[in-house]
């Protein structure tokens, strides 16, 4: 790769996480919010295969200035303000299990690397000088550069300070920590095998060939804290005191890691990061081919601030009245958004992120929504291709599985639905057991009574749509909607935990099997003893962001028995987890394709929500912001990174 | 009237313990999600569930007799360590010394500005009724109270915030820390949400005192002190005001909770300012139980030592009320 870079600098950032999978909402993000923001924001999660047709070989670095063009046109300087309309509780590093928080970590850690391309070896290099994978696929050996230093004099991050953090927070017990799944492979869970290599490379090795573990490696992506830092919690297993420690909950031990500084936070309403004086990329711009010069010395702006907005249309009030310089616009508002002079809007067509309408089949949800027909039956009623056409103005590629249709895996014969009503009737009176039926226009239960289903949501614009869509289409069936609309953390925490035992169940007995195993707090037991916190049927705003080279990790997370998101308490009739391992012990990539298409086929047939679509995300910044790459996004490669954005006269226009 | 004020005083603190004391009767009554999380997690790693039920308990003294738990809990209270808030990442006491600054400075100089000129509008209308200025003052009092805040604040958002440019869309909470909480920024950004919030209880405060005036005005010691010659001025000021003011003033607490129930909570969402009122909502919409019960318990305080303020300032404004033998 040449000395390029220009100061777009259109290198995926949030693609450091990579594959993980994470919660995500479909609208209650304004701004640029990392994985998270998913419907309504702007910023892709996670890199597409080259295979499909959209994909395009064009380098998003090779427009680059030359190094003297750059470091003399680039103005340096101003305030860069962004708002969102997501809320999070920190930059809790140890505590990343949604977007939201990851994308205000990520501000000041870089991580491990991004990922430019499906070649295996097709990376970014940030706190990763090599990345390498062994001919057999059974090794990924990673090597760190020399220069990363923590904060609050903790010293140097090397190997050793990533075998602790596995050994000793990432995999154990009693930190519950999100992602702790990672670190083992294979249906039986056999644990990565970490190794240091020297003072600066780690060597994980998986027990067989894994064509799909240099994806799906969990070090590129993890924040790893220092030892001196969390050693005390790790004597007393003191999970509370390590998560509640300023340090870590403001990741304040960052040093020259990231390129932003946390300065403030005031809760529930802004963070402000400044520059980082010694950012560890600024030299390695200049030493190291592979990373673009534009990062000798980015970020541009003196200071990056996220503003909370309650309301999504104050904070594109601020953008007009130039007080705000990126807010993400909502489908149904992008018209108004199209041509002004004083703003430019960002298109962003690859979205990796699956809006549905969830459907809980666990013992607090109405027991009818564990039979297929019923399900099918509300995919008639809940019709994705109105949804997308009509609440989201076409601005969404409809899915009938979990990958979007630009994805290499989509498979041509996914099973669609036409939205009639008359077949959701008929599905619904087939469906249910006897005691269901219809009187009149009415589809009640065996109580005599309508049947009445709550469903809950984060409010806003599109999803209080989506929301009287599905009111006034569940009307027609004869079937009430009571609504519930609820925040972000309370819809994770009350609704979509499962850490409560079902009505009869004692708390002790919750759990998987003999072992009374808890994948996680998302799915701690079977659908018919481990429940939410609230009862619910129906779910809207929260979907996945996911990576599309590796949906056999998503669907089975999210739809595995056992597995880790299944929060639905979805039982498939067929072995998901075997099916996944199938596809990750394959030969290759091209020999996987098959069972991964397969697994969507089948979650296709399955309806296990209500599949509905994915994004394309609108970004509205003010015109004096420059560096955008060229909209709308040609790959899916591209991102909207402000840390090669500038003002164009280099301070903003208020 | 020292004893009627020492009893009362002692009265309000009866009546903060027993608001403490049903506090702590609700949550002994309520189940215990930690308890519940910490068992099961117990579980999950292969141990007893009811050890680590026992454990979870002893840790947090809940094993503890219930007087010894109470007992713990009213000194926890009064030494103001009201626990850890999931919403914000914050224990209590701090989130809610973060917050109530940027309340205050909004929420008190609209109660002085409302109380003052509502009054003086209030007074003058009775003074001379049915004319003009008046039904002037009448159409400005009733919209104001007909008005949706909400509505309102985003009609002015647009119009002199989007349109004009003449002041902020939103709140900037960094301004009041690096440029103070006088400075002209800050006074800048706070026109909008003061305006807003000044409509509803301006007119509020007019209409009432209004009506107040009214019934003072054919009372036989103002026709006394007209047949004296007092001035327009004492008449009113000195006489009418103060007699009105008696019931005016039993309404003052009610309308700074008023202001902050109706108004901060929906004025805050609005104009993205990090207060009292935006934090109640987000604990009470994420379900944030420590933070919930913070606000509630400050809210009653406020309402008991209001009251308190009230009852003292009846015997200052009218020396007839005589508590000297209760």
Redo the contacts between chains.
């Keep these: 790769m040449s000395n390029d870079s220009e100061p777009t600098g259109q290198v995926d950032q949030s693609e450091r996480r990579r594959f993980l999978t994470y919660l995500s909402a479909t609208g209650v993000v304004a701004g640029l919010a990392g994985c998270s923001s998913s419907g309504e924001s702007t910023e892709t999660a996670a890199a597409t295969a080259s295979e499909t047709a959209v994909q395009t070989t064009e380098d998003p670095l090779e427009s680059t200035p030359t190094p003297t063009e750059t470091e003399q046109s680039i103005p340096e300087g101003g305030v860069f303000k962004e708002a969102t309309t997501g809320?999070t509780?920190?930059l809790?590093a140890f505590r990343i299990g949604d977007g939201e928080t990851s994308d205000r970590v990520e501000q000041v850690m870089d991580g491990g690397f991004a990922r430019k391309g499906e070649a295996y070896e097709d990376i970014f290099p940030m706190w990763f000088e090599d990345f390498t994978v062994s001919d057999d696929l059974t090794q990924v050996e990673v090597t760190l550069r020399d220069n990363l230093q923590f904060g609050n004099g903790y010293g140097q991050v090397t190997a050793e300070t990533y075998i602790w953090n596995v050994e000793n927070l990432w995999t154990a017990?009693?930190t519950?920590f999100t992602y702790s799944y990672l670190f083992s492979v294979g249906k039986d869970n056999e644990p990565i095998d970490f190794e240091k290599v020297d003072d600066l490379t780690i060597r994980m090795t998986v027990p067989e060939p894994r064509p799909f573990f240099p994806y799906e490696e969990p070090l590129g992506g993890m924040f790893p804290l220092p030892r001196e830092l969390a050693q005390p919690y790790v004597d007393d297993q003191n999970v509370e005191g390590l998560v509640?420690d300023e340090e870590v909950?403001r990741s304040t031990f960052n040093g020259n890691l990231g390129p932003w500084d946390l300065v403030?936070w005031?809760?529930?309403?802004?963070m402000?990061f400044e520059r980082a004086d010694d950012y560890y990329l600024r030299k390695w711009a200049e030493e190291d081919d592979r990373v673009p010069d534009a990062y000798a010395e980015a970020p541009f702006f003196d200071e990056y601030?996220i503003?909370?907005?309650?309301?999504q249309?104050?904070?594109r009030?601020?953008l007009?009245?130039?007080?705000i310089d990126r807010v993400g616009i909502p489908s149904n508002k992008v018209a108004n958004w199209q041509g002004r002079e004083d703003t430019t809007l960002y298109e962003n067509p690859f979205v990796s992120f699956s809006s549905y309408l969830g459907i809980n089949q666990r013992a607090n949800g109405w027991d009818q929504l564990r039979n297929k027909k019923v399900r099918y039956a509300l995919s008639h009623v809940y019709h994705n291709e109105f949804v997308a056409t009509n609440i989201l103005s076409g601005h969404a590629g409809v899915q009938n599985t979990l990958h979007p249709k630009w994805g290499p895996y989509y498979p041509d014969d996914a099973v669609s639905f036409d939205g009639s009503l008359d077949e959701a009737r008929r599905l619904l009176e087939e469906g249910t057991s006897s005691d269901y039926g219809y009187s009149g226009d009415t589809f009640v239960g065996p109580d005599g009574e309508q049947v009445e289903l709550t469903l809950v949501y984060v409010s806003d614009e599109t999803d209080d749509l989506r929301a009287a869509y599905l009111k006034k289409r569940l009307g027609k069936v004869g079937i009430a909607l009571n609504t519930t609309t609820?925040?972000w953390?309370?819809m994770l925490?009350?609704y979509f935990r499962t850490?409560?035992p079902a009505e009869g169940v004692s708390?002790?007995s919750?759990?998987y099997g003999s072992?009374?195993?808890?994948p996680s707090t998302y799915n701690?037991g079977p659908w018919d003893k481990a429940v939410s916190?609230k009862p619910w049927d129906l779910m809207l705003t929260l979907g996945f962001s996911y990576g599309p080279l590796t949906p056999a990790g998503t669907v089975t997370s999210l739809f595995g028995e056992r597995e880790n998101f299944n929060a639905y308490g979805f039982t498939p009739d067929r072995d998901l987890v075997g099916m996944r391992e199938e596809a990750r012990t394959a030969e290759s990539i091209e020999t996987a394709r098959e069972t991964i298409t397969e697994m969507l086929r089948y979650l296709s047939e399955e309806r296990p929500v209500v599949f509905e679509s994915n994004p394309i995300n609108y970004t509205a910044y003010r015109d004096d912001v420059a560096g955008l790459p060229n909209s709308p996004a040609a790959s899916y490669f591209v991102d909207q990174n402000h840390d090669v954005m500038y003002f164009s006269d280099g301070k903003p226009g208020r | 009237m020292k004893w009627y004020i020492l009893k009362r005083v002692l009265w309000t603190f009866v009546a903060m313990w027993i608001a403490l004391t049903l506090t702590f009767g609700l949550i002994s009554a309520s189940p215990n999600p930690g308890q519940m999380r910490a068992t099961m997690s117990c579980a999950a790693v292969g141990e007893n569930p009811q050890e680590c039920r026992e454990q979870f308990r002893e840790r947090n003294n809940l094993d503890q007799p219930v007087t010894e738990r109470y007992k713990n809990y009213m000194v926890n209270m009064v030494t103001l360590n009201w626990g850890w808030s999931e919403s914000r990442s914050q224990y209590v006491i701090p989130a809610i010394l973060d917050a109530w600054r940027f309340t205050a400075q909004y929420a008190i100089p609209v109660l002085v500005i409302s109380t003052l000129v509502g009054y003086g509008l209030g007074l003058y209308s009775a003074y001379k009724p049915y004319t003009v200025t008046d039904y002037t003052a009448s159409f400005v009092g009733f919209f104001g109270i007909s008005i949706p805040n909400f509505w309102f604040a985003l009609v002015l958002i647009i119009l002199l915030g989007t349109r004009v440019e003449l002041v902020p869309t939103y709140y900037q909470s960094g301004i009041p820390i690096q440029q103070g909480w006088l400075s002209l920024a800050n006074l800048r950004q706070l026109i909008l949400p003061v305006t807003v919030l000044l409509t509803a209880s301006l007119a509020w405060q007019m209409r009432y005192s209004r009506a107040q005036a009214l019934e003072q005005m054919n009372a036989e010691f103002v026709k006394v002190a007209k047949a004296k010659g007092a001035s327009q001025y004492r008449l009113m000021i000195w006489h009418v005001l103060r007699m009105a003011a008696v019931p005016l003033s039993t309404s003052f607490v009610g309308s700074l909770l008023a202001i902050f129930w109706s108004g901060s909570v929906i004025i805050e969402q609005i104009f993205a300012i990090p207060g009292l009122g935006l934090m109640t909502y987000t604990a009470i919409v994420e379900q944030d139980t420590p933070l919930v019960l913070a606000t509630t318990l400050v809210t009653v305080f406020l309402a008991i030592f209001g009251n308190l303020l009230e009852d003292i300032a009846y015997v200052i404004l009218d020396p007839r009320i005589d508590y000297g033998n209760r």
């Design positions: 809320t509780n920190g809790n017990d009693w519950s509640k909950m403030r005031s809760q529930q309403s802004v402000e601030h503003q909370y907005f309650q309301k249309s104050t904070a009030q601020a007009k009245a130039g007080e609820t925040s953390t309370s925490g009350n850490n409560n708390e002790g919750v759990g072992d009374n195993a808890h701690y916190a």
